[in-house]
């Protein structure tokens, strides 16, 4: 395949079908070439075709797939943020319930104060009432004597 070789000079000029000798060795194998070279082109263009849709339908496989992967994904995505929603919801109710159990807690100390305080003032009167008796008693002893 050097320059100036005769094959190189003999590919080099393919002469066409009107050139070539009627039912001679020369118009069949030019005939030949250009069968086969019809055939390679339909050839090329029916792998590329067949590429072509291997392609379209990789790419749809691979989307259908994208999509039932993304599909359970999103599901979960959106109960995770309903379960986010309902936790908030439960956290202001249990801060709303400790609230409410503080100011009964303190309603209540402030009631057992009341209470004591009302049975100290009860004590408190008895001895006083012991003590006017007691006094009322005496002064009533001295008038008698």
């Known amino acids: 395949m050097y320059p100036g070789t005769p094959i190189t000079a003999a590919r080099a000029r393919v002469p066409s079908?009107?050139?070539?000798?009627?039912?001679?060795?020369?118009?069949?194998?030019?005939?030949?070439?250009?069968?086969?070279?019809?055939?390679?082109?339909?050839?090329?263009?029916?792998?590329?075709?067949?590429?072509?849709?291997?392609?379209?339908?990789?790419?749809?496989?691979?989307?259908?797939?994208?999509?039932?992967v993304n599909g359970g994904v999103q599901e979960c995505f959106i109960i995770e943020k309903r379960i986010e929603l309902e936790i908030r919801v439960l956290a202001a109710s249990i801060a709303r319930f400790m609230k409410q159990t503080d100011q009964w807690l303190t309603a209540t100390h402030a009631i057992n104060t009341a209470v004591k305080e009302i049975g100290d003032f009860e004590n408190w009167m008895k001895t006083m009432e012991f003590d006017c008796k007691s006094i009322n008693a005496a002064i009533h002893n001295i008038h008698q004597d």
């Open 17 to 68: 079908s009107s050139e070539a000798e009627p039912g001679g060795l020369e118009a069949s194998l030019l005939e030949l070439f250009h069968d086969h070279q019809n055939s390679s082109l339909r050839l090329r263009e029916l792998t590329e075709n067949s590429k072509k849709e291997a392609i379209r339908k990789a790419s749809r496989v691979s989307d259908l797939l994208v999509d039932a």
